[in-house]
């Protein structure tokens, strides 16, 4: 029989349609197509029968009618796993097999590996070589990798220049000659098929400076007077006497040795954000959230200059220590730089893209240092008007700043670390030791190296400035009849001495702090471990 059609009617719930069956016989049926003439396929709402079953069902019909075997319809979920069986039996045996190493590509590998690593060291001088062993004809300079005895053999006499592998065990001595005393020899185990590049490694020593022992701080007074958060605080020349500004829109003038209050000044209609006194006048300058930065005459008690210029509020202000000239910062991201005398606004340091919180001055260049939101710290050319350098070491805000009074170095707050610097270049030297891990309002530091720091959660930690070591945490104790959310320090500040601490608050108080004088190294010993890895970022 050659060929042959059968035309067979379709059941279920679909029109009759027609399924054209040809075979060729050779002994056996050797091909099936099913092909499916009907135009149309009508099919009952709610009666989900797919495509793919009712061409199963049909190729199995038409098997019966050619007098074949039914074919039962199959899933196609149970072909794919049929299918996925398959494959498994076909191609799993060959996983766990290996392709057998290439002699020529190991050797490069190698290679590549010595001259990357030990290129610098291949061919040293002969007086710097290393002798092995006792019996040695002449020094070698060999760089000793770990091996076998079999190829512990292949070190002739004679000098040479090769990498050759090294006996598994050490000298018990090494010679006078071998490596200087910062570097160690290692043998590590393993088959003379595969060398390691670890052999020299080279030690650093741990230089880092040990703290000094610094009496624990303790709070010995707390003043209220004012009537809304204390915002700034500045200190007199003289010592006699310190200023606070306020959120209440105030300033108040107070008694260092008895914490009593001596004068208020009113004149801003925000709150005060920056105060400093000078040391050649008596003048004292203010800066606050209305954007007006004033001069103060302490003998009249009275605003006698008013500095016009900022766009917004201002945060920071600073005095020149040796010419009449005010530094302000603030909102508009612009630190303005002012002549006392004159009320001219001489120059605008631009370049920070936010806002200006933390500002400085000193004699010598770089005159003007200041930190912003934007997570850097600009040094500023005063006479050009222009940056020096910019320092982008911080992630976070930089909101506090402070130049120790008498090293040439100063220290920056941000809420990821508190870093320190070196002057004039702005260089980095290291990282305080621990993270007090919340948002530091504000810093000072003191001669003999004891740095304060504050923060948002009332937490205020003090560390060994040369060290980073922190040797000392307390926590403020809001005032009675405040939230536990007020326990936050805005401002801190020494006194000229070093010996008293003054620090202003959210509860509305002012607290001061000095040293425990009854402590002593014995009683609070330094708890010191210097850090395994240093960070030169």
């Known amino acids: 029989m050659v060929g042959r059609a059968a035309y067979i009617p379709c059941n279920g719930p679909v029109r009759p349609r027609y399924i054209h069956v040809r075979y060729f016989w050779l002994g056996r049926v050797t091909d099936i197509a099913n092909r ?5 396929t009508w099919t009952r709402q709610g009666e989900g029968r797919s495509e793919l079953s009712r061409r199963s069902s049909a190729a199995a019909m038409a098997m019966v009618a050619a007098g074949g075997e039914p074919v039962e319809p199959q899933s196609l979920k149970k072909l794919s796993l049929k299918s996925l069986k398959r494959s498994q039996d076909l191609f799993a045996p060959s996983h766990s097999l290996l392709f057998s190493p290439d002699a020529e590509s190991k050797r490069i590998r190698v290679s590549c590996k010595v001259n990357a690593e030990y290129g610098a060291v291949k061919n040293l001088p002969t007086d710097q070589g290393w002798v092995q062993g006792k019996g040695a004809a002449a020094p070698s300079s060999a760089l000793a990798l770990p091996g076998t005895q079999d190829t512990r053999d292949a070190r002739g006499g004679g000098t040479s220049n090769a990498i050759i592998p ?23 185990p393993g088959s003379s098929d595969r060398f390691s590049t670890s052999a020299l490694m080279e030690r650093l020593p741990s230089r880092w400076p040990k703290p000094e022992w610094h009496a624990p701080w303790k709070n010995y007074r707390v003043i209220s007077g004012h009537l809304g958060w204390v915002r700034s605080i500045a200190f007199d020349p003289g010592n006699e006497w310190f200023c606070t500004g306020s959120a209440d829109r105030t300033i108040k003038i107070w008694d260092l040795a008895s914490g009593t209050l001596k004068l208020t000044l009113t004149g801003h209609i925000e709150q005060v954000r920056g105060l400093a006194v000078s040391q ?30 900022h766009l917004s509020g201002v945060y920071c202000l600073a005095l020149h220590p040796t010419i009449d000239v005010l530094l302000t910062g603030g909102r508009d991201s612009v630190c303005r730089v002012w002549d006392i005398r004159t009320k001219a606004h001489v120059s605008a340091l631009t370049g920070h893209d936010n806002t200006v919180c933390s500002v400085f001055a ?9 930190g912003s939101h934007d997570t850097t710290i600009k040094l500023w050319d005063l006479v050009a008007g222009k940056t020096m350098c910019t320092l982008t070491h911080h992630k976070k805000s930089v909101r506090a700043m402070a130049l120790h009074p008498k090293e040439k170095s100063f220290a920056s707050a941000s809420a990821d670390n508190i870093k320190k610097f070196s002057l004039p270049k702005g ?19 003191n001669e003999d190296g004891v740095l304060a720091t504050a ?5 205020m930690w003090f560390w060994d400035w040369k060290s980073g070591h ?19 320090i805005y401002a801190l500040s020494y006194d000229n001495s070093g010996s008293r601490l003054v620090t ?10 000095k040293e425990d004088l009854t402590a002593t190294p014995e009683t609070h010993p330094i708890n010191f471990k210097p850090p395994k890895d240093i960070r030169r970022y």
């Open 455 to 459: 923060g948002d959660n009332g937490s």
């Open 280 to 309: 050649r006048h008596t003048y004292l300058f203010s800066a606050g959230d209305d954007k007006q930065v004033k001069c103060w005459d302490l003998e009249q008690n009275k605003v006698i200059r008013s500095y016009h210029g």
């Open 362 to 370: 000193r004699p010598t260049d770089p005159q003007v240092i200041t």
């Open 427 to 445: 260089e980095f030297l290291h990282n305080m030791l621990s993270q007090q891990k919340t948002i530091l309002n504000a810093m000072a530091v």
């Open 470 to 488: 922190n040797f000392q945490q307390e926590q403020t104790i809001v005032q009675p009849g405040s939230l536990e959310s007020e326990a936050c």
């Open 166 to 188: 090294a006996p598994l065990m050490l000298p018990k001595a090494p010679d006078s000659t071998g490596p200087d005393k910062n570097t160690t020899v290692l043998s590590i």
């Open 504 to 513: 202003c608050e959210a509860d509305k108080t002012i607290k001061m702090w």
């Open 36 to 40: 499916l003439h009907s135009p149309h």
